[in-house]
């Protein structure tokens, strides 16, 4: 179970502004995480309190395909990513490293900037505990609650080849 | 049913007979390309996981071409790792400055990406190489390591959109000017999770080189994959370079389109898009005026030689504005050279241009051109996002070479026909 208070952004935030291309001269987790959405609130990373939750509107993180983008997002302290939808390779790397991600236009629209969200990952409920309402995330594929399961692709791939994943 | 060049190939890589959209596959890549913002984290996935080799030396491929020639010591340090992996990998296409090029240029002129081939690339613009009739899609740090390792990646096979180009292009109309009008009559996410197919009378008639620009955009609309089914023009490019053999797909008469779109080309004025999304599309001829700081004119959309052809051509017998700067970036060492030969240089230098080494540079605000607060660029790069050539508060415009060599001797957004 997740909860946190909900910062709320418009339609297509890019790559480019939840970390922007600057900073990537580095693959360090803290580092991007100190810059994570600096473009669009340059105080977003010291204002957020560990836990709290990204609300978005259509096609949340388009551009490039920077895995630095979940991993800034993850690092800054935020648990989890509800949007109207979400562009493709961004999905698929959020999925690949373990950042929970929900698509729900309906929350979306029944959460206001910090209203408290309670997510239940396993069935896909948001609860807006501010308000009362709750909601339900589009379901999952089967192939990709797998992966969350098992904790991302590279624990997938290493179960699949026998290896074991040393960190 | 029948079915897409897009499902075919992916089928063909998947050994399916046949694919559906939305099936979740597990394919062979050809290709797993990285750069030296993407390949450090992907490197280091594999070295986590105690995997000595990578699946074939031959198909991994890196590029270390976003902040190079190194622009400071952290840049340098993920080159490094590039280098170190490279060597101690034996990989045979790993390009060093003074050979590198932006990858996009680089692999479809080295004949390392061939029609038919499924290319994965932990970059966005990977589906470039869609314009050969590959199916070719950016994917994440991690994606690239997991295919690094088994040679295969997990697809959604996605829906495909048919567009149709009809009619004949004006004499300032380039493939930047069809892509830019596609992406701004469906929208930065038209075309989300699918497959955009290129087809028609001008896509026939245009060259590959512009045929790659347009394929190069195709996630600026959201999609996974730009791609031109092979043609006459395709099978000479491809013979001319191609390091292996290769299979051509084409569509079936029958294939399943979720939306089929008809552009005529023959309306077409040239176009830029304003900030900050590639979707702002509008004719230069319609705009105010806006006062420029800055020109750029390359990238692994428009930085190829027949861009630099085209800038030259504006820029011969003019000079550039006082207030702007232009920046020209040959896209490869190879079209450097050739831009050198050809006397692109001598226009070039004599019109008040500064030329790079091959970079990708300004494009993503990392180095060799990037935006004060307030300054306004025409570029022929594919994004405008906010920030994206430097401060948040700068503005980029995109456009095809023609225009913005244009706007770089008007100071302002211009149309070619205004300086020639
Ligand atoms: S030129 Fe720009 S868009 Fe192309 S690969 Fe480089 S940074 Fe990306």
Not at chain 2, 79 to 96: D, S, V
Not at chain 2, 250 to 273: C, F, G, K, M, Q
């Amino acid at each position: 179970m997740i909860e946190g208070k909900a910062w709320v952004f418009g339609d297509h935030i890019d790559t480019d502004v939840i970390i922007p291309a600057r900073y990537l001269n580095t693959s360090d987790p803290e580092e991007l995480g100190r810059h994570c959405m600096e473009d669009a609130d340059p105080d977003f990373a010291k204002k957020i309190v560990k836990g709290d939750i990204i609300v978005a509107g259509e096609n949340f993180g388009c551009g490039s395909s920077r895995e630095h983008a979940p991993i800034a997002i993850k690092a800054a302290g935020i648990s989890c990513v509800i949007a109207k939808s979400f562009a493709r390779i961004f999905y698929r790397n959020s999925f690949n490293m373990g950042l929970p991600i929900l698509e729900s236009p309906e929350a979306v629209e029944g959460i206001k900037e910090g209203d408290v969200v309670r997510v239940d990952l396993s069935t896909g409920t948001i609860e807006n505990v501010s308000s009362g309402k709750s909601f339900k995330a589009v379901p999952i594929p089967p192939f990709m609650q797998e992966l969350l399961e098992v904790g991302g692709l590279m624990p997938y791939v290493a179960r699949k080849m026998g290896l074991e994943v040393r960190r | 049913m029948g079915m897409t060049i897009a499902e075919k190939i992916l089928a063909f890589h998947a050994g399916k007979e046949e694919v559906k959209p939305g099936e979740i596959i597990n394919a062979k890549v050809d290709i797993a390309l990285g750069n030296d913002i993407t390949a450090p984290i992907a490197i280091k996935a594999l070295r986590e996981m105690g995997v000595e080799k990578v699946f074939d030396p031959d198909r991994v491929v890196l590029v270390p071409d976003h902040f190079t020639p190194n622009k400071d010591i952290k840049s340098a340090q993920q080159c490094k790792m590039l280098r170190e992996f490279a060597r101690e990998q034996g990989l045979t296409y790993y390009f060093e400055v003074g050979s590198v090029g932006i990858e996009h240029a680089l692999l479809p002129e080295q004949g390392i990406v061939v029609p038919g081939d499924l290319v994965i690339g932990a970059d966005s613009h990977t589906c470039t190489y869609g314009a050969l009739g590959a199916f070719a899609t950016g994917v994440g740090s991690t994606d690239l390591a997991a295919a690094m390792i088994t040679g295969e990646i997990w697809l959604r096979v996605p829906e495909s959109i048919l567009f149709v180009y009809t009619g004949k292009r004006g004499r300032w109309v380039t493939g930047k000017d069809m892509i830019l009008e596609t992406i701004g009559r469906i929208g930065v996410d038209g075309a989300r999770y699918m497959a955009m197919e290129f087809v028609g009378e001008a896509i026939t008639d245009l060259p590959m080189e512009e045929r790659l620009t347009m394929s190069n955009m195709a996630i600026e609309a959201g999609g996974k994959t730009g791609i031109i089914p092979p043609d006459k023009e395709t099978l000479e490019f491809a013979n001319a370079r191609a390091k292996r053999p290769y299979e051509v797909f084409s569509s079936d008469e029958d294939a399943h389109y979720a939306r089929v779109v008809e552009i005529d080309v023959s309306s077409l004025e040239p176009v830029v898009a304003l900030p900050h999304l590639p979707e702002n599309v509008k004719p230069v001829s319609e705009l105010p005026e806006i006062t420029i700081d800055q020109v750029v004119i390359g990238s692994c959309t428009n930085g190829r030689i027949r861009d630099l052809r085209q800038a030259a051509e504006i820029l011969k017998g003019n000079r550039v504005h006082p207030n702007v700067r232009l920046i020209i970036i040959p896209a490869t060492q190879k079209i450097y050279h050739q831009a050198m030969t050809e006397g692109l240089f001598d226009v070039f230098l004599s019109a008040g241009a500064a030329i790079s080494t091959p970079t990708c540079g300004p494009c993503l605000g990392g180095h060799m051109g990037v935006l004060a607060e307030g300054e306004r660029a025409v570029a022929t790069t594919n994004r405008n996002f906010v920030g994206r050539m430097g401060h948040p508060k700068s503005e980029v415009y995109l456009a095809s070479p023609y225009v913005a060599a244009a706007s770089a001797v008007a100071g302002r957004i211009a149309h070619p026909e205004e300086v020639i």
